[in-house]
């Protein structure tokens, strides 16, 4: 439900990432506090196995603005987007990792296309910010989603993302939401935007998505049910 007194909420899975919350929480709140409007940061512990709960806990005792919502099992990185999105009181609402790949500082340019007409802006990463190898093997999990589901939000698009309200509000009428983020996004047939950026390197944590990562994600494409697109 939107809360008027909420401009933003920034929502973050959170999964390894310990070692750079604090200065993943300093960062946003040293971009978002000088715009003057209001915003809340539901960071998703989706069942961390360093101490990201101890961090949370603490970081919520000094800042009223933080909403920590603690996942008792590991469910993915989706899932746990679609656990804070349920959350988020925002006209708007961010999703962004935790490793501070996604810069926080690019979150006035997203919201500022977003006032401009699009109701769902997404990051889109540079053609160098991957190794050679996650490259080829994003490039096919695209292909495989595309195939499988449609849309084109896959391949070098990140989860890192600025919706609408009415963007929030359809996607968690979906049942897809829990697997896909992006795709259900796409299907939603709102305007979109896309903004390049390079990610920087991971502050922390290591990627749920090497080799056996990504075949797992592949295998949960397969069997997901296709996405449902307007008209269909």
């Not at 008792?72 to 987007?81: K, M, S, T, V, W």
């Not at 490793?99 to 889109?124: N, S, Y």
């Not at 093997?137 to 695209?142: E, L, P």
């Not at 290591?206 to 075949?215: D, E, I, K, P, T």
């Amino acid at each position: 439900m939107v809360s008027p007194a909420v401009e933003l909420s920034v929502v973050v899975p959170v999964y390894g990432c310990a070692a750079c919350l604090d200065e993943l929480h300093a960062r946003i709140t040293a971009t978002l506090e000088p715009r003057g409007s209001t915003y809340e940061i539901i960071l998703v512990d989706d069942a961390s196995r360093d101490d990201a709960a101890g961090v949370l806990t603490q970081m919520s005792a000094g800042d009223p603005r933080v909403v920590v919502v603690s996942l008792p099992l590991n469910r993915g990185q989706h899932a746990a987007i679609a656990e804070g999105l349920a959350r988020a009181k925002g006209r708007w609402a961010a999703v962004m990792d935790c490793d501070l790949q996604d810069p926080p500082e690019l979150l006035p340019r997203m919201l500022l296309l977003a006032d401009h007409g699009a109701d769902i802006v997404v990051g889109r990463r540079g053609a160098h910010s991957q190794v050679w190898w996650r490259r080829l093997a994003t490039s096919a999990f695209g292909v495989l989603v595309r195939h499988r589901h449609g849309g084109s939000l896959v391949g070098t698009h990140s989860v890192f993302s600025v919706v609408s309200r009415r963007a929030v509000d359809s996607y968690l009428r979906r049942d897809e939401r829990m697997v896909m983020y992006l795709p259900v996004l796409d299907a939603l047939g709102l305007p979109i935007a896309s903004v390049d950026y390079d990610r920087a390197s991971r502050a922390a944590g290591q990627s749920a998505y090497g080799a056996l990562g990504l075949a797992r994600r592949a295998a949960r494409v397969l069997v997901t049910r296709r996405v449902r697109r307007p008209g269909l």
